[in-house]
């Protein structure tokens, strides 16, 4: 296929001096001539370039084939082409053998329109006597790639831009041929060659930005973003390179780059936010808080400060004066919704979840997209299903309609496939996520019935059942999308113990365990779910072996050491199994809820002292029990006869 290329580098034009000043060039490459491409010239009506040209012996006066050279550049300065065209014709009818003259011809006769006819000519000429120039390779690059013959095109613009004059506008033509051809490795070469020379072209740079980045080559890209920002002075490519040196873990050289932008444009903003983040990530928390107070002190008034120093003074739990920040831009709507957050994140921190809930709860409304996920997560372990399941839903139903439309716009507006599959691997994640924590909420709402009703109606807490089997749906479709978290194979495993599917469970397990092997909660759990079950002797000592790696990675946990315990009872060391326990109701009473709201410590007790045969102590842990379930039946029953047994024994 023949395609023109139109050059747009005005100054850097093509010109018939440029073809005799390169004769001159004494340090041209010289290379081996490839074998000519014979092309069948083109016949053209008035016999400007007929076979005479190249076999006439008629004029062989070198003198005057001079001057005809040299009027045919004064024409052509002159502006008058067509008798330019002739008398260079009339040169090279006396000279056909000189190479720079029929360089000059080919040239001519490709701007007349006769690129094959120039490109049999040019191939001729690179074979005569003299020495090969950037010039002449530039034309023959044009030439075999204008006849579709790429590889030579590609061999004579890369012998052009490697020369020592370095030919741009070769360079120029070349980089369109290069991506006509998807060689992306050596179009960012050629664009190193020319943007410095070009003085950084705004759309040539972006593109060699893009090269760079889809290569991975970081350190050739902050070479050019520095070099484009110094010759620029653009603080678009100043910000990327402090961005990029940021990514890389470079943060004192960010640091400078940030300071360098607030020092030229003082009111940046993003400057100040990035200088403050990477002097905290930097372990400079006090000078990024002192950097902030004194744009204050400047700008008292400025709300974008107030924000961004209550977020800095929040995260040195400088909670009172955070609040004070905050509270100043909280009605403004391009702060509310992360002053609304941080300060519902505070008020956790005081204990107050009524106050944690409504700023959350304003936050949400000031930016649902962004603290949905949050919302539904807070009215879940608050209890506050009813509330949580229209915000997950809304989540669900807007993550299908965006892969709808991203795969819309892809089809209309002819989107790069690299582009589609970055967008919807990012969607398929963020719907991963949320998948996640609807089971989870799911799970919550499930444990909610089932401690209710454990001692009472049993089929109002066997409906939990309905929302673990929801959960586990949730929870497959985060598998699904490729979310491969330790905390998903966890809440996958526990659901399913809950729901007597061991087998199943166990599975999912082994896969948590083996990418995570010091998973001690994962470990603790199953391991105590199988002493309990106690289904045979193989399980009672696996499940006991991976409650002590429990406990080997945190030895301090009172619910590992519960665990402990009971395994010690299963395992029939009542002995041990009290001594354990004995610990553990001691250390138990600084865990909130432990003795309070659960059971479990005083139930295991009570079984070991029975086996024991301390009745009277283990009357005083049922009766313990009693008091945090009292219309447990099955508790008063176990009472009654444990009382009845130790009267008649005394």
């Not at 603080?235 to 640091?255: E, T, V």
């Not at 600084?590 to 009570?606: E, I, K, S």
Request: aromatic fraction near 8%; include cysteine.
């Amino acid at each position: 296929m023949l395609f023109r290329f139109v050059s747009i580098l005005g100054a850097l034009a093509f010109s018939l001096s440029s073809v005799a000043c390169s004769s001159a060039n004494k340090n041209a490459v010289k290379t081996e001539p490839l074998e000519p491409v014979m092309v069948q010239p083109k016949i053209l009506a008035p016999a400007m370039y007929s076979s005479e040209l190249w076999d006439s012996t008629k004029l062989k006066n070198l003198e005057i084939a001079h001057e005809s050279y040299l009027r045919s550049l004064d024409l052509a300065a002159k502006g008058e082409d067509e008798l330019s065209a002739l008398f260079l014709q009339h040169a090279f009818e006396t000279d056909s053998n000189d190479r720079y003259l029929a360089f000059a011809v080919a040239e001519h006769m490709d701007g007349a329109g006769d690129p094959a006819g120039a490109l049999n000519l040019a191939a001729r000429a690179k074979t005569m006597k003299g020495q090969e120039t950037s010039s002449e390779d530039a034309l023959l690059g044009r030439l075999y790639a204008q006849a579709g013959t790429m590889d030579s095109a590609r061999v004579y613009y890369k012998k052009a831009i490697d020369a020592s004059d370095q030919n741009l506008e070769a360079a120029y033509e070349y980089s369109l041929l290069l991506e006509v051809v998807r060689d992306y490795t050596e179009l960012s070469r050629v664009y190193d060659i020319l943007l410095p020379q070009l003085n950084y072209p705004r759309s040539m740079l972006d593109r060699q930005i893009i090269l760079l980045q889809q290569a991975g080559k970081d350190s050739s890209l902050l070479a050019l973003l520095s070099a484009a920002y110094n010759a620029l002075g653009e603080p678009s490519y100043l910000k990327s390179h402090m961005q990029l040196l940021a990514q890389n873990g470079q943060d004192s050289a960010a640091i400078e780059d940030a300071r360098e932008l607030l020092s030229e444009f003082p009111k940046d903003s993003l400057a100040l936010k990035s200088l403050v983040q990477l002097l905290s990530k930097d372990r400079r928390s006090r000078e990024a808080l002192d950097t902030l107070k004194a744009y204050h002190q400047r700008n008292p008034k400025s709300k974008f400060i107030l924000f961004t120093l209550g977020l800095q003074e929040a995260a040195m739990d400088l909670n009172h004066e955070a609040e004070q920040h905050l509270n100043k831009v909280k009605n403004d709507s391009l702060y509310a919704g992360g002053a609304y957050f941080t300060l519902s994140s505070l008020a956790l921190q005081k204990g107050d979840t009524a106050k944690a809930i409504k700023d959350l709860e304003l936050a949400y409304k000031a930016e649902p997209d962004t603290y949905g996920s949050e919302m539904a997560w807070r009215y879940g372990i608050s209890g506050k299903y009813d509330k949580a399941y229209p915000i997950l839903d809304s989540l669900v139903k807007s993550e299908a309609f965006l892969d709808s439309m991203i795969s819309v716009r892809a089809a209309n507006e002819g989107w790069p496939a690299g582009k589609v599959g970055k967008l919807k691997t990012a969607l398929k994640e963020e719907s991963a996520k949320h998948q996640f924590l609807y089971g989870n909420v799911l799970l919550f709402n499930a444990e909610s019935i089932e401690d209710k009703y454990r001692s009472g109606d049993s089929a109002k807490r066997d409906s939990a059942r309905v929302f673990r089997e929801r959960a586990e749906e949730h929870f497959k479709e985060a598998l699904n999308y490729g979310f491969n978290e330790d905390d998903l194979y966890f809440s996958i495993g526990a659901n399913l113990l809950a729901l007597n599917r061991v087998d199943d469970a166990v599975a999912y397990f082994k896969t948590l365990f083996k990418k995570n092997p010091h998973h001690a909660t994962a470990l603790n759990h199953l391991g105590y779910t199988l002493v309990d079950l106690n289904r045979n002797v193989d399980e009672l000592k696996w499940g006991t072996s991976l409650v002590d790696t429990a406990l080997s990675i945190e030895p301090d946990n009172v619910a590992f050491m519960d665990s402990k315990g009971w395994a010690l009872y299963r395992a029939g060391k009542y002995e041990e199994a009290l001594t354990v326990m004995d610990s553990v109701e001691s250390r138990a009473a600084n865990v909130p809820g432990m003795l309070t709201a659960d059971t479990t410590v005083y139930a295991h007790l009570a079984a070991i002292c029975e086996a024991l045969h301390l009745n009277d102590r283990a009357i005083g842990y049922y009766k313990k029990m009693i008091l945090i379930m009292p219309k447990d039946v099955s508790l008063k029953k176990r009472l009654k006869a444990l009382s009845s047994s130790s009267e008649t024994s005394k």
